[in-house]
Each structure stands twice: as structure tokens, then as C-alpha cells.
């Protein structure tokens, strides 16, 4: 490997700052670690998440205990079918100046914050969906022709119901592509649920403390993207994305009969940012196979449009990137 990890010091103290975040959240939360992991991952990434899961799991409580314990502003908007774009933005209205004269005053939406809990995003109409598309990839708000910069560091989690399908409206492709992980979240297991039993029908009571600042979540994004990526890897994750295509040469002959379009440049771009913040808060300086493997599902999951046939024949996109991975050689390490 020709790279090496210039900072040791930084990642120690990435990885003792994610771990009392983690503390934090277990004061309020129950489980969930993988489902925090993630999180934390996509933070450290400088990514977006996007949320699913049935109702009740304490989605909401988690982003929020999350923005508390790296002292984060945070916001909630509850997506409904009414919601227009400037309920999110922020619009110019009309204010009387003290002397007396009218002008227009730019009132900030909920969009301006650190944190901000898109709850239920499918319940609201694509153009509404679309007015996060900005703020998402460029951290920035344009509205009546000025654009507004967003305060770093800044992060969507997206919520959405994936039982109740009525009167939604499922996020367009581009959309989808904007979150870095797609993150199911389970139902906990019987000894979690029982403790949830208790902690809240009791008197239990516990506050989130804040354990980090902004500034240090900035410093720690710094720091992952000087994690080195070895070329072996690299070859992985290109195999891996490239194979899954059903227009390209290279793709796996079973592809073309599952997938009806693949993941784009940006699964590789992301894939290989998340793998290098999963190194770092498992102790490693570099990026391995099994960063990759175990991050391609969350990374995949919405990109990859399975067919019609595949649908009918009950295949998940989860099913086909185990298959994927299954059937993509691991390359191994050139050494030097």
C-alpha cells in the first residue's frame, strides 16, 4: 500500500466522540446500535439517510437524541400532502420598516438548521420532494433568486412508512440517489422491548447531553476522507457497482433478468466515503473488502430498480446484492 494514514491522533478521537454519542443515545434509545452505526457513519461520510421503517420504532426519538449529543440545531418537518416548497425554504414577504417603508424579508424555513428529521417524506407531492434537492447536494437554499448557505454541518434523515402505500408519493430516482444509506429499522428484539416496557411506563427519565460540537463533526469528516483507499478495493467496489448494470458488457449474466437499472457513479463515490469512515470507527487507518461488503446493502438498496420479473417472482433488491456480492470475486492486495 502506497498511502499511509497521516493523522492517528484525529481518528482516536473520532472514534471516542463516536462512542460517547453512542452512550448518549442509549440513554433514550433502545437497540438500534446498527441502525445508529449507520447514522453515524453517513454523518461522518457528510451523507444523507433515508429511514424505513413501520411506526413506533423511535426514528424520530433516535435523530433527534443524535442532533443533541453533537450539539447540533435541529428541525422536524412532518410531511403532508398540502405541504408546499416555501414551507420548507422559507419565503420573501412584505415588512414594514421602522421608518415607515415596506420591503421584502427574506423569513427562513425549517431547512435552516444542522439536523433536519424529513419525517414521512413520501406522503408529500414530488415538488416538494424536490425542493430538499438543492439544499441536499449543494447545502445551499435558492428563493427568489438568492441563494442562502446552509450552516455546516449540515444532514437530511429522511423517515418513510413502508406499509402504508395509499396517498403517498414514492421518491423519484434522483431523489433516492441524494441519501447515501437506505437504512431499514427492525423491531427490537423481546429482552429491548421489554425494556422499553419499562422505561417508559415508569419512572424512568434520562436526558441527552451534548458530548461533541459541530466544529469537531467537521474535523472528523476531514479526517475520513484522508483514510487511504487501496487499489484492490478500489477494483472491488467498481466490479461490484458495475456489475449490477444491466448496459453494461461486464454485468453478471443473471442481471439483466432482475435488474432494470443500476446504481450510478455515486453508489462508488459513496460506497468508498461510508467504508472509510466504517475504518475508522472500527480501529482501522484503511479501508478493507469487508468495509465494502458490509456497506454495500445500505448503499445499494435504493439504487438498484429490480424488474418486473423479479418482483413477481418475490426477489428483493436485498436479494440480489447478496447474490451480487456472492457472485463478485474479492480481488486480492498486489504486493509490493
Not at 56 to 79: C, E, N, P, W, Y
Not at 132 to 153: I, N, R, S
Not at 160 to 174: C, K, M, S, V
Request: one cysteine or more; glycine letters at 6%.
Amino acid at each position: 500500500m502506497s498511502e499511509t494514514f497521516s493523522d492517528p491522533e484525529r481518528a482516536e478521537q473520532l472514534v471516542e466522540a463516536c462512542q460517547k454519542i453512542r452512550d448518549q443515545v442509549g440513554r433514550v434509545v433502545v437497540g438500534q446500535d446498527t441502525v445508529v452505526e449507520q447514522i453515524l457513519i453517513a454523518i461522518l461520510a457528510r451523507g444523507h439517510c433515508l429511514l424505513e421503517g413501520v411506526p413506533g420504532l423511535a426514528k424520530t426519538l433516535m435523530v433527534r437524541s443524535l442532533a443533541d449529543a453533537m450539539h447540533l440545531a435541529f428541525h422536524r418537518i412532518q410531511f403532508t400532502p398540502d405541504l408546499m416548497p416555501a414551507d420548507i425554504t422559507g419565503t420573501d414577504i412584505i415588512q414594514e420598516s421602522d421608518a415607515g417603508h415596506r420591503e421584502l424579508v427574506f423569513d427562513k424555513g425549517p431547512i435552516f438548521t444542522q439536523m433536519l428529521l424529513a419525517d414521512e417524506i413520501n406522503r408529500t407531492p414530488p415538488k416538494t420532494q424536490a425542493a430538499l434537492l438543492e439544499a441536499m447536494q449543494e447545502h445551499e437554499v435558492t428563493v427568489g433568486g438568492t441563494t442562502y448557505k446552509l450552516q455546516e454541518p449540515f444532514f437530511v434523515l429522511a423517515t418513510q412508512n413502508p406499509i402504508e402505500q395509499e396517498g403517498t408519493y414514492p421518491l423519484p430516482e434522483a431523489q433516492r440517489d441524494r441519501f447515501l444509506f437506505l437504512v431499514n429499522v427492525e423491531y427490537p428484539t423481546r429482552d429491548q422491548e421489554a425494556m422499553i416496557i419499562d422505561r417508559t411506563t415508569g419512572k424512568f427519565d434520562s436526558k441527552v447531553e451534548p458530548v461533541v460540537t459541530g466544529d469537531e463533526i467537521i474535523a472528523f469528516q476531514q479526517t475520513v476522507r484522508m483514510v487511504p483507499l487501496p487499489e484492490h478495493v478500489r477494483n472491488f467496489v467498481l466490479d461490484i457497482v458495475r456489475s449490477v448494470r444491466p448496459r453494461e458488457e461486464s454485468c453478471l449474466p443473471w442481471v439483466r433478468q432482475l435488474v432494470d437499472w443500476g446504481p450510478g457513479p455515486r453508489a462508488c463515490q459513496q460506497l468508498v466515503l461510508a467504508s472509510k469512515a466504517r475504518a475508522l470507527l472500527h480501529g482501522r487507518h484503511h479501508v478493507t473488502l469487508d468495509d465494502i461488503e458490509a456497506l454495500a446493502l445500505p448503499v445499494l438498496r435504493h439504487r438498484i430498480v429490480p424488474t418486473f420479473n423479479a418482483e413477481a417472482e418475490g426477489i428483493s433488491v436485498a436479494d440480489i446484492v447478496k447474490r451480487l456480492l456472492a457472485d463478485v470475486p474479492r480481488p486480492k492486495a498486489q504486493l509490493l
